[in-house]
Nanobody
Framework: QVQLLESGGGFVQAGGSLRLSCAVSGRYTMGWFRQAPGKEREGVAAITWSGGSTNYAESVKGRFTISRDNARDTVYLQMNSLKPEDTAVYYC??????????????????WGQGTQVTVSS
């Protein structure tokens, strides 16, 4: 079993920033997903192994940036200008098939345990 571990979540006021990290070893397309109470899980951002292709949900475009440092086996999600509606548990996911940077959850094979992000007004 490939294990992924998210970190960097926490409590922040609206307009603030957080950076999430995900430790992953191997060649995977990586995605960040989130799930708020009472809502369906949604794709936030995704990146191919090379970093050559990224994809973002419209709700976070221009505010969030996904990146990776394969030498450090780490994927990041930089979150700026946070809004209360960004409050959710954020999950890191890995797709071993190395396809496109998709925001659908079904192609992803491995999932982290999640890290809570809470944004207050």
């Amino acid at each position: 079993q490939v294990q992924l571990l998210e970190s960097g979540g926490g409590f922040v006021q609206a307009g603030g920033s957080l950076r999430l990290s995900c430790a992953v070893s191997g060649r995977y397309t990586m995605g960040w997903f989130r799930q708020a109470p009472g809502k369906e899980r949604e794709g936030v951002a995704a990146i191919t192994w090379s970093g050559g292709s990224t994809n973002y949900a419209e709700s976070v475009k221009g505010r969030f940036t996904i990146s990776r440092d394969n030498a450090r086996d780490t994927v990041y999600l930089q979150m700026n200008s946070l809004k209360p509606e960004d409050t959710a548990v954020y999950y890191c996911a890995a797709d071993r098939h190395l396809g496109s940077a998709l925001l659908r959850s079904d192609p992803y094979d491995y999932w982290g345990q999640g890290t809570q992000v809470t944004v207050s007004s």
